[in-house]
T-cell receptor, first 115, second 110 residues
Framework: DTGVSQDPRHKITKRGQNVTFRCDPI?????LYWYRQTLGQGPEFLTY????????KSRLLSDRFSAERPKGSFSTLEIQRTEQGDSAMYLC?????????????FGEGSRLTVL | RKEVEQDPGPFNVPEGATVAFNCTYS??????FFWYRQDCRKEPKLLMS???SGNEDGRFTAQLNRASQYISLLIRDSKLSDSATYLC???????????FGAGTRLFVKA
Protein backbone atom coordinates (compact mmCIF):
# COMPACT_ATOMS: atom_id res chain seq x y z
CA ASP A 1 0.00 0.00 0.00
CA THR A 2 1.58 3.28 -1.08
CA GLY A 3 -0.94 5.63 0.55
CA VAL A 4 -0.49 7.80 3.63
CA SER A 5 -0.10 5.71 6.76
CA GLN A 6 -0.57 6.77 10.35
CA ASP A 7 0.36 5.06 13.57
CA PRO A 8 -1.10 4.26 15.99
CA ARG A 9 -4.66 4.12 14.71
CA HIS A 10 -6.05 4.37 18.23
CA LYS A 11 -4.55 5.69 21.43
CA ILE A 12 -6.17 5.82 24.86
CA THR A 13 -4.25 7.71 27.48
CA LYS A 14 -4.71 9.32 30.85
CA ARG A 15 -4.80 13.04 31.30
CA GLY A 16 -1.33 14.45 31.77
CA GLN A 17 0.47 11.81 29.70
CA ASN A 18 2.40 12.55 26.53
CA VAL A 19 1.46 10.97 23.21
CA THR A 20 3.17 10.86 19.84
CA PHE A 21 1.66 10.11 16.44
CA ARG A 22 3.57 9.22 13.32
CA CYS A 23 2.69 9.87 9.71
CA ASP A 24 4.34 8.39 6.64
CA PRO A 25 3.28 10.35 3.55
CA ILE A 26 3.21 9.18 -0.03
CA UNK A 27 6.87 8.96 -0.94
CA UNK A 28 7.08 11.60 -3.67
CA UNK A 29 4.97 14.15 -1.75
CA UNK A 30 6.96 16.99 -0.26
CA UNK A 31 4.07 18.71 1.53
CA LEU A 32 2.65 17.22 4.67
CA TYR A 33 -0.28 18.48 6.74
CA TRP A 34 -1.69 17.73 10.17
CA TYR A 35 -5.37 18.28 10.93
CA ARG A 36 -7.56 17.60 13.93
CA GLN A 37 -11.17 16.54 13.58
CA THR A 38 -13.86 16.23 16.23
CA LEU A 39 -17.32 14.78 15.83
CA GLY A 40 -19.55 16.81 13.55
CA GLN A 41 -16.78 19.16 12.48
CA GLY A 42 -14.56 19.38 9.46
CA PRO A 43 -10.80 18.90 9.72
CA GLU A 44 -9.14 21.82 11.49
CA PHE A 45 -5.74 22.86 10.18
CA LEU A 46 -2.92 22.40 12.68
CA THR A 47 0.33 22.73 10.73
CA TYR A 48 2.06 21.93 7.49
CA UNK A 49 5.54 21.17 6.21
CA UNK A 50 7.24 21.64 2.90
CA UNK A 51 10.04 19.11 2.98
CA UNK A 52 11.51 19.44 6.48
CA UNK A 53 10.47 23.07 6.99
CA UNK A 54 7.42 23.76 9.14
CA UNK A 55 5.90 26.69 7.27
CA UNK A 56 2.86 27.48 9.35
CA LYS A 57 1.37 26.52 12.67
CA SER A 58 -2.21 27.22 13.67
CA ARG A 59 -3.04 29.37 16.62
CA LEU A 60 -5.19 26.42 17.68
CA LEU A 61 -2.01 24.69 18.74
CA SER A 62 -0.89 25.42 22.22
CA ASP A 63 2.71 25.06 23.33
CA ARG A 64 1.86 21.50 24.31
CA PHE A 65 1.77 20.51 20.64
CA SER A 66 4.86 20.05 18.53
CA ALA A 67 5.38 18.58 15.09
CA GLU A 68 8.53 17.59 13.29
CA ARG A 69 9.55 16.28 9.91
CA PRO A 70 13.27 15.85 10.41
CA LYS A 71 14.31 14.44 7.05
CA GLY A 72 11.45 15.64 4.94
CA SER A 73 9.85 12.21 4.90
CA PHE A 74 7.82 10.96 7.89
CA SER A 75 6.44 13.35 10.48
CA THR A 76 5.58 13.13 14.16
CA LEU A 77 3.01 15.06 16.16
CA GLU A 78 3.56 15.11 19.89
CA ILE A 79 1.08 16.27 22.49
CA GLN A 80 2.47 16.86 25.94
CA ARG A 81 0.45 16.83 29.16
CA THR A 82 -2.70 15.72 27.37
CA GLU A 83 -6.07 17.17 28.35
CA GLN A 84 -9.53 15.76 27.78
CA GLY A 85 -10.13 18.45 25.17
CA ASP A 86 -7.36 16.93 23.06
CA SER A 87 -9.56 13.90 22.36
CA ALA A 88 -10.05 13.90 18.60
CA MET A 89 -9.04 12.26 15.35
CA TYR A 90 -5.64 13.47 14.18
CA LEU A 91 -5.38 13.33 10.42
CA CYS A 92 -2.26 13.53 8.32
CA UNK A 93 -2.35 14.41 4.63
CA UNK A 94 0.24 14.83 1.94
CA UNK A 95 0.45 16.33 -1.52
CA UNK A 96 2.98 17.04 -4.21
CA UNK A 97 4.44 20.54 -4.07
CA UNK A 98 4.89 22.95 -6.91
CA UNK A 99 1.69 24.23 -8.51
CA UNK A 100 -1.12 23.34 -6.18
CA UNK A 101 -3.13 20.46 -7.57
CA UNK A 102 -5.41 20.75 -4.62
CA UNK A 103 -5.74 17.10 -3.81
CA UNK A 104 -4.70 16.19 -0.32
CA UNK A 105 -4.29 12.49 0.29
CA PHE A 106 -5.29 11.63 3.82
CA GLY A 107 -4.29 8.80 6.06
CA GLU A 108 -6.92 6.94 8.04
CA GLY A 109 -6.14 9.00 11.12
CA SER A 110 -5.03 8.43 14.69
CA ARG A 111 -7.89 8.55 17.16
CA LEU A 112 -6.92 9.90 20.58
CA THR A 113 -9.02 9.40 23.69
CA VAL A 114 -7.88 11.17 26.83
CA LEU A 115 -9.47 9.83 30.01
CA ARG B 1 -16.88 34.14 11.71
CA LYS B 2 -15.43 30.93 10.29
CA GLU B 3 -13.33 31.21 7.18
CA VAL B 4 -15.43 28.61 5.37
CA GLU B 5 -19.10 28.22 6.25
CA GLN B 6 -21.52 25.51 5.25
CA ASP B 7 -25.03 24.53 6.17
CA PRO B 8 -24.47 21.45 8.36
CA GLY B 9 -27.75 19.83 7.32
CA PRO B 10 -28.59 17.04 7.51
CA PHE B 11 -30.22 16.86 4.13
CA ASN B 12 -32.58 13.88 3.90
CA VAL B 13 -33.58 13.19 0.30
CA PRO B 14 -35.13 10.26 -1.57
CA GLU B 15 -33.25 8.38 -4.24
CA GLY B 16 -33.36 10.17 -7.54
CA ALA B 17 -33.70 13.62 -6.01
CA THR B 18 -31.56 16.61 -6.90
CA VAL B 19 -29.85 18.29 -3.96
CA ALA B 20 -27.68 21.39 -3.75
CA PHE B 21 -25.15 22.43 -1.14
CA ASN B 22 -23.78 25.91 -0.64
CA CYS B 23 -20.64 27.24 0.93
CA THR B 24 -19.29 30.73 1.55
CA TYR B 25 -15.72 31.77 2.23
CA SER B 26 -14.47 34.94 3.85
CA UNK B 27 -11.01 35.48 2.33
CA UNK B 28 -11.52 37.14 -1.03
CA UNK B 29 -7.95 36.34 -2.04
CA UNK B 30 -8.50 32.58 -1.75
CA UNK B 31 -7.06 30.86 -4.74
CA UNK B 32 -8.54 27.46 -5.29
CA PHE B 33 -11.62 25.60 -4.25
CA PHE B 34 -12.70 22.00 -3.86
CA TRP B 35 -15.36 19.65 -2.63
CA TYR B 36 -14.28 16.65 -0.61
CA ARG B 37 -16.41 13.73 0.45
CA GLN B 38 -16.09 12.02 3.82
CA ASP B 39 -17.84 8.77 4.62
CA CYS B 40 -18.64 7.89 8.20
CA ARG B 41 -15.45 7.09 10.15
CA LYS B 42 -13.33 7.43 7.04
CA GLU B 43 -10.82 9.99 5.83
CA PRO B 44 -11.83 12.81 3.46
CA LYS B 45 -11.30 12.24 -0.25
CA LEU B 46 -11.34 14.72 -3.12
CA LEU B 47 -14.65 14.78 -4.97
CA MET B 48 -13.93 17.57 -7.43
CA SER B 49 -12.23 20.87 -7.98
CA UNK B 50 -14.31 24.01 -8.45
CA UNK B 51 -13.61 26.49 -11.24
CA UNK B 52 -15.07 29.88 -12.07
CA SER B 53 -16.36 28.45 -15.33
CA GLY B 54 -18.11 25.67 -13.45
CA ASN B 55 -17.36 22.02 -13.88
CA GLU B 56 -19.31 18.85 -14.14
CA ASP B 57 -18.42 15.25 -13.37
CA GLY B 58 -21.25 12.89 -14.13
CA ARG B 59 -24.10 13.66 -11.75
CA PHE B 60 -22.06 16.28 -9.88
CA THR B 61 -21.79 19.95 -10.84
CA ALA B 62 -19.71 22.52 -8.98
CA GLN B 63 -19.88 26.28 -9.36
CA LEU B 64 -17.80 29.16 -8.05
CA ASN B 65 -18.93 32.76 -7.74
CA ARG B 66 -15.89 34.82 -6.79
CA ALA B 67 -17.82 38.07 -6.56
CA SER B 68 -20.15 36.62 -3.93
CA GLN B 69 -17.48 34.33 -2.44
CA TYR B 70 -19.82 31.45 -2.85
CA ILE B 71 -19.33 27.80 -3.91
CA SER B 72 -22.01 25.28 -4.73
CA LEU B 73 -22.34 21.58 -5.37
CA LEU B 74 -25.29 20.06 -7.18
CA ILE B 75 -25.98 16.34 -7.11
CA ARG B 76 -28.51 15.03 -9.60
CA ASP B 77 -30.28 11.66 -9.47
CA SER B 78 -29.09 10.94 -5.92
CA LYS B 79 -28.00 7.41 -5.11
CA LEU B 80 -27.95 5.66 -1.75
CA SER B 81 -24.17 5.61 -2.07
CA ASP B 82 -24.07 9.41 -2.13
CA SER B 83 -24.87 9.43 1.59
CA ALA B 84 -21.84 11.10 3.17
CA THR B 85 -20.56 14.41 4.50
CA TYR B 86 -19.54 16.92 1.85
CA LEU B 87 -16.74 19.26 2.82
CA CYS B 88 -16.18 22.62 1.17
CA UNK B 89 -12.46 23.36 0.92
CA UNK B 90 -10.58 26.57 0.20
CA UNK B 91 -6.88 27.24 -0.34
CA UNK B 92 -5.47 30.40 1.12
CA UNK B 93 -3.45 32.79 -1.01
CA UNK B 94 -0.15 31.17 -1.80
CA UNK B 95 -2.00 27.90 -2.19
CA UNK B 96 -0.43 26.11 0.74
CA UNK B 97 -2.92 26.35 3.57
CA UNK B 98 -6.03 24.31 2.97
CA UNK B 99 -9.10 25.18 5.05
CA PHE B 100 -12.09 22.87 5.43
CA GLY B 101 -15.66 23.77 6.20
CA ALA B 102 -17.54 21.87 8.87
CA GLY B 103 -19.31 19.77 6.25
CA THR B 104 -22.86 19.15 5.10
CA ARG B 105 -24.36 15.77 5.87
CA LEU B 106 -26.43 14.06 3.21
CA PHE B 107 -28.67 11.05 3.74
CA VAL B 108 -30.22 9.49 0.64
CA LYS B 109 -33.14 7.19 1.41
CA ALA B 110 -34.64 4.39 -0.64
Amino acid sequence: DTGVSQDPRHKITKRGQNVTFRCDPISEHNRLYWYRQTLGQGPEFLTYFQNEAQLEKSRLLSDRFSAERPKGSFSTLEIQRTEQGDSAMYLCASTRGGSNTGELFFGEGSRLTVL
Amino acid sequence: RKEVEQDPGPFNVPEGATVAFNCTYSNSASQSFFWYRQDCRKEPKLLMSVYSSGNEDGRFTAQLNRASQYISLLIRDSKLSDSATYLCVVNRPGGFKTIFGAGTRLFVKA
